[in-house]
């Protein structure tokens, strides 16, 4: 089966760093993806990871282990706008559609 | 920089209707993707689309839904019979994806359509 579990809520300080977990179980693996959303709009293109090892990009960073089947976002220097939710998204299969993880809910306080 | 658009932003329709939704993927992408999300649920992939034809389709994805790329650049998706549970933001997504030592993956999302099915 195709499993993506990630927490569904997290709260930081403006300033600060956070770490977003994100667990699969997929067949046909080819990739992790990371999304930002804020509410009623499309997800937006973060980073995405297709080789084991650390990708930055600016502020935000993503980790991907495929033998632990385990990713990370790591966002620095938390602004406000960074409140937002953070998808997780496996690439799966030969036409490589995304399969996601319900969210994580990040809410960035003063 | 290119994007990919949808029209309409937010559709009304009564149950048993067909909508068709709109997508113009960015216009170098080969793959063309449909997504949906329900209200405080997670993205679900519908449908993917290469080289004119279905490639992989969903669950969800049952005779009630078509797929079609009519003149090379929009993307359409139909619903011929609309029911409650259609009621969700439909996403259009596009890559670029080339074989050889060069590729990228990014799913370039589209703003959505909202679908409210009465």
């Known amino acids: 089966g195709q499993n993506i579990d990630q927490p569904t809520e997290m709260t930081a300080t403006e300033g600060a760093i956070v770490q977003i977990n994100c667990t699969y179980q997929?067949?046909?693996?080819?990739?992790l993806f990371w999304y930002q959303q804020h509410a009623g709009e499309a997800p937006t293109f973060l980073s995405y990871?297709?080789?084991?090892g650390l990708e930055e990009k600016g502020r935000f960073s993503s980790f991907l282990s495929r033998s632990k089947g385990y990713s990370y976002l790591l966002l620095k220097e938390l602004q406000m706008k960074d409140s937002a939710s953070y998808l997780c998204?496996?690439?799966?299969?030969?036409?490589?559609?995304?399969?996601f993880g319900a969210g994580t809910r990040l809410a960035v306080h003063p | 920089e290119p994007e990919v658009t949808q029209t309409p932003s937010h559709q009304v329709t009564q149950m048993g209707q067909e909508v068709i939704l709109r997508c113009v993927p960015i216009s170098n992408h080969l793959y063309f993707y449909w997504y949906r999300q329900i209200l405080g649920q997670k993205v679900e992939f519908l449908v993917s689309f290469y080289n004119n034809e279905i490639s992989e389709k969903s669950e969800i994805f049952d005779d009630q839904f078509s797929v079609e790329r009519p003149d090379g650049s929009n993307f359409t998706l139909k619903i011929r019979s609309t029911k409650l549970e259609d009621s969700a933001m439909y996403f259009c997504a596009s890559s670029e994806r080339s074989d050889g030592r060069d590729f990228t993956y990014e799913q370039y999302f589209g703003p959505g359509t909202r679908l409210t099915v009465t």
């Open positions: 998204a496996a690439l799966s299969g030969g036409y490589n559609k995304l399969i």
């Open positions: 990871n297709v080789l084991d």
């Open positions: 997929t067949s046909g693996f080819n990739g």
